[in-house]
């Protein structure tokens, strides 16, 4: 004997029902069964809409049921055949024409109580076996209608009867037990001992098909509903969700009791009992696996099976110096609480007993302020609980796993997700059973705890990264070029995925939860954006609250970077390849730091220094290693690199930084190059990198730029100027030629003295073997006394500053549950 349970999507259309009847035809070839149905899809809520448009004396509901008429009838049209119409037709209306009575009658005394709710709700389950037992008839195979109000008896607590047990399981065995039709039994209602009809609860068809079961000691329970079984997260909060094979009774009760809503709470009582598996399948797709519900689960590979929540509750916490050991004080409050039939969802207890707090449903809350109010006044007004306070607008959500148990590194995994995330969780519980942690979270913070600890427990393999682009010029173009070759590679053989869910210029910005292409910037930008404003883009990307995003900067902007510290409060973390911020005041260097340390953000810059380089990581690694750094030194301009290395003192000089402006090697106005200050900048960020507390000001820049260029009003009136000094650097250059010497502008800090400027160096100096546009850096620590630590390569050029800044993002991608976004 098998029981099989249709809901209301299974039996939602013709095309639907006759899927349903395909699937219940051959499983009576393979055995006995025992068939329950919901309503059809949508109608009980039509009933509902309709009893009380009734009552409040709105004859609109006549519209309703005429189309609930309306629709069965065309069912029953479509599926039965001619010859039985005629008499499945008159049942239908007798049915019909007793809910026009019932609803005529409410619509009269403008009277609505609990019972004539329950027997109007009823009518959906008692057209739709009605009309499936026929037409399975017509089908051919042997079926009866039953009517679970014969069977199942409850007391009279009408929408949410409690079941009689042994009453119950006898008359389902007298009415069923030797039965070999298949019977199609209504779900969802019941009656009293008096014959009135009850309900079970909404989605209690499910329970309906547990307790047939159970009474029949069945092989099987299967629920057929629209999903392929239940899911490790709520699909609708929660993308990339995945089915579970298998659950334990006691894993699937706590799942369902916190809003897993493809299984009724009640339904796992009965089979747990007689140790019945509960299937849960998909009627659309009866292939699928699905997920079967047993006494023992198997052993998978994440200890946690699923997260669940329930997404609106109010948190209700009493405080006070007095609670501290007084016996009694929970018990009076859960004595209060159950005496105002206010139903307590999770509670916990700080260990010092100064707090308790639980979690009520919105509609209870005022009714649970107003029982504590009252039984605590007198503790009020003495002080002994200081307040009674309650926060609306929360959420519960929970991870359940029978896995959870005696593992350790659980409870660990799930609030570090959550704090790199920024998720602030307004309190905890955790089940003496183990198999449990629920938090509770602001309901605006839900689909993000959901995701976060989602990713943390099932996709630890995929690291999902959500892009915040600011700055599309040469290098922001670069990286989105990288992005769109790499995001493939990255996606299949390191599980990173790189989804941009905002892009922003100087003018215009565009954020899509969904995700944007990687091509087709900066033109669609101009078309399709918003007009840009920093505080909007932040605003509008902290409000998708999306875990493990990244906001990046590949702008030159100060502006931008004057941002940082609100970016940082906002919890979201930095990747970028601007260098204002730490070339700026020391005071900025410093409070950018500690933010990042405050908030719990990321702050990665590695392409500040040596566009590709690992420059400042191997400087960080060197400092946290306790080695002391005692003498830095180096070449840090790509541009200058490629300017000495290749002027020979033959090609007027001129004539090479020209050449370099024409290969792309210089900044468009190539004096910002030669002023030093860009490499003025850098060597200030790696000096404080090592711990020393510079200023700019501090700083012995020599600039090359002669001083009759330097104000020249363009580009070509600058290289005219320039030309004019060609002969006093061929002068340097043949000086240093002359002792076998060669120029190298060179970046030194050395026991508090910082130094930018021109030098000639000898054939055995470390950076004499430069050519082209590369950088050198040379590290003397203590550690490296006799040979410096050198970092060398190209440190120029947009792409492989775009390497660079991608390689800052794949740093952040494999911290566990990285930080909650990235500019």
């Known amino acids: 004997m098998r029981i099989l349970k249709f809901g209301g999507t299974s039996v939602g259309s013709e095309d639907a ?37 009734a009552s409040d004396g709105n004859q609109t509901y006549r519209d309703q049921l005429k189309a609930i008429e309306d629709r069965h009838i065309e069912i029953v049209r479509k599926l039965i055949g001619v010859k039985e119409q005629s008499t499945v037709l008159t049942e239908l209306k007798v049915l019909l ?27 959906g389950e008692r057209l739709s076996a009605y009309i499936i037992s026929k037409a399975l008839k017509s ?47 209504t779900g969802f209602i019941s009656s009293t001992e008096n014959g009135e009809t009850t309900t079970l609860g909404r989605g209690g068809s499910d329970y309906t098909a547990s307790l047939v079961g159970a009474a029949l000691n069945a092989e099987a329970i299967e629920i057929w509903t629209d999903v392929e079984g239940i899911m490790t997260a709520d699909p609708r909060k929660v993308g990339r969700h995945l089915p579970i094979g298998s659950l334990s009774y006691e ?76 016996s009694g004080f929970a018990a009076r409050i859960f004595t209060a609480l159950a005496d105002a039939k206010v139903n ?66 659980i409870s660990g995994r799930f609030f570090r997700s959550l704090g790199r995330n920024g998720i602030n969780v307004r309190a905890i519980a955790q089940g003496s059973s183990e198999r449990n942690i629920s938090v509770v979270v602001k309901n605006n913070d839900l689909a993000k705890t959901l995701n976060t600890i989602h990713d943390a427990f099932f996709l630890s393999e995929i690291k999902s990264v959500n892009l915040f682009l600011i700055g599309i010029g040469l290098i922001g173009s670069k990286l989105l070029e990288l992005f769109q070759r790499q995001a493939d590679l990255l996606y299949e053989k390191h599980n990173i995925e790189l989804k941009l869910c905002g892009i922003a210029n100087s003018r215009n910005y565009m954020i899509k939860e969904e995700g944007m292409p990687f091509t087709g910037w900066p033109d669609r ?88 380089l690992p420059v400042v990581k191997t400087l960080k690694e060197q400092v946290l290693a306790g080695d002391e750094i005692t003498r830095i030194e180096g070449v840090l301009s790509g541009t200058l ?29 190539p004096r910002e190059d030669l002023n030093g200050m860009d490499v003025a900048r850098k060597l200030l960020i790696l000096a404080r990198e090592a711990g020393f507390e510079v200023e700019m000001s501090d700083l012995v820049i020599e600039n090359l730029v002669p001083e009759p260029a330097r104000e020249a009003d363009s580009i070509d009136s600058f290289f005219e100027k320039l030309a004019d000094f060609d002969d006093d650097f061929k002068k340097k250059y043949d000086e240093a030629a002359s002792k076998g010497h ?42 490296y006394r006799d040979t410096p630590l050198v970092v060398k390569g190209p440190g120029a050029g947009a792409e492989v500053t775009a390497g660079g800044i991608l390689a800052d993002i794949l740093r952040i991608s494999n911290v566990p549950a990285f930080s909650n976004k990235i500019v």
Do not use: W
């Open 525 to 612: 930008l101009e078309s399709e954006g918003t007009p840009m404003s920093l505080n909007a883009f932040l605003e509008e990307a902290d409000e998708l609250n999306l875990p493990n995003s990244l906001f990046i900067d590949c702008t030159a902007s100060e502006e931008v970077s004057d941002f940082y510290p609100e970016v940082m409060k906002a919890n979201f973390s930095l990747v970028t390849a601007n260098k204002k911020a730490n070339s700026g005041p020391l005071k900025r260097y410093q409070e950018l730091q500690e933010l990042a340390l405050e908030y719990n953000v990321m702050y990665l810059y590695e392409t500040n220094v040596g566009a590709g």
């Open 97 to 123: 024409n007793e809910l026009d009575d019932v609803l005529h009658g409410v619509s009269l005394t403008h009277e609505l109580t609990a019972r004539t709710r329950d027997f109007v709700l009823g009518f």
């Open 641 to 669: 690199s490629y300017i000495f290395n290749t002027y020979n003192g033959e090609i007027p000089f001129s004539e090479v930084v020209k050449g370099a402006l024409q290969k792309g090697y210089t900044e468009p106005d």
């Open 344 to 409: 307590i969802i999770m509670i916990t207890q700080a260990s010092s007993e100064h707090t308790v707090c639980f979690a009520v449903l919105p509609d209870q809350a005022s009714r649970a302020m107003q029982a504590l109010g009252t039984h605590f006044r007198r503790e009020l007004e003495e002080g002994v609980i200081d307040e009674i306070k309650e926060e609306p607008n929360c959420s519960i959500v929970a991870a359940v796993g029978e896995g959870m148990k005696r593992t350790p590194g």
């Open 17 to 53: 029902i006759r899927k349903v009847l395909k699937l219940i035809s051959r499983k009576r070839e393979e055995g006995r069964i025992q068939v329950v149905v919901s309503a059809f899809r949508g109608v009980t809520n039509t009933l509902q809409q309709m009893v009380e448009e």
């Open 251 to 326: 894993e699937a009760m706590e799942l369902s009791h916190f809003g897993a809503e493809v299984i009724y709470p009640p339904t796992i009582h009965p089979a747990m009992e007689m140790a019945i598996p509960i299937y849960i399948k998909n009627t659309f797709k009866p292939g699928e696996k699905g997920t079967v519900i047993t006494k023992e689960a198997q052993i998978v590979k994440s200890s946690v099976k699923g997260i669940s929540s329930i997404d609106n509750v109010t948190l209700i916490t009493l405080k006070g110096s007095g609670m501290v050991g007084v």
């Open 742 to 783: 060669r120029l190298c502008y060179i970046a030194r800090y050395e026991k508090g003295e910082a130094t930018v400027g021109l030098e000639e160096i000898d054939a055995d100096h470390p950076f004499s073997g430069l050519s082209g546009s590369d950088n050198i850096i040379a590290f003397h620590t203590m550690h």
């Open 139 to 185: 089908s051919g195979v042997e079926a009866e209608y039953v009517d679970a109000r014969e069977m199942i008896v409850t007391n009279d607590d009408f929408g949410n009867a409690r079941v009689l047990i042994a009453k119950t399981y006898e008359n389902i065995r007298r009415r069923l037990g030797k039965s070999d039709t298949v019977g199609v039994i």
